[in-house]
């Protein structure tokens, strides 16, 4: 069974940064593509960013274009959600999640990653 563990949240101020980690424990980590999204309370899970299998292609979300980056370490079955510039409309419930199919070009879509972990808080203050 696949089992994802968010950590690195936090309550800072705007203009602060954190890094978030997501780490898989399953030895079917590296050949999957991984996703961040978040939620707000009382707001629908929002796009924040994937990342290919090997590291090489990576999407993001509109509103965290420029300011966040997520990367990955295969060799430590790590996924990184670097934000920067952080506003308090970042402030939401952050998860990883983890697509199951090596078929699939690497998506966007909440509905294509199969595995997800509970997730970190992140709160910014103004």
């Known amino acids: 069974q696949v089992q994802l563990a968010e950590s690195g949240g936090g309550l800072v101020q705007a203009g602060d940064s954190l890094r978030l980690s997501c780490v898989v424990s399953?030895?079917?980590?590296?050949?999957?593509?991984m996703g961040w999204f978040r939620q707000g309370h009382g707001k629908e899970r929002e796009f924040v960013g994937s990342?290919?299998?090997?590291?090489?292609?990576?999407y993001y979300g509109d509103s965290v274009k420029g300011r966040f980056t997520i990367s990955r370490d295969n060799a430590k079955n790590t996924v990184y959600l670097q934000m920067n510039d952080l506003k308090p409309e970042d402030t939401a419930h952050y998860l990883c999640?983890?697509?199951?199919?090596?078929?699939?070009?690497?998506?966007?879509?909440?509905?294509?990653?199969?595995?997800w972990g509970r997730g970190t808080q992140v709160t910014v203050s103004s």
């Open positions: 999640a983890l697509d199951g199919s090596i078929n699939r070009p690497l998506s966007i879509r909440a509905m294509d990653y199969v595995f």
């Open positions: 990342i290919s299998r090997n590291g090489a292609l990576a």
């Open positions: 399953s030895g079917t980590y590296s050949p999957y593509d």
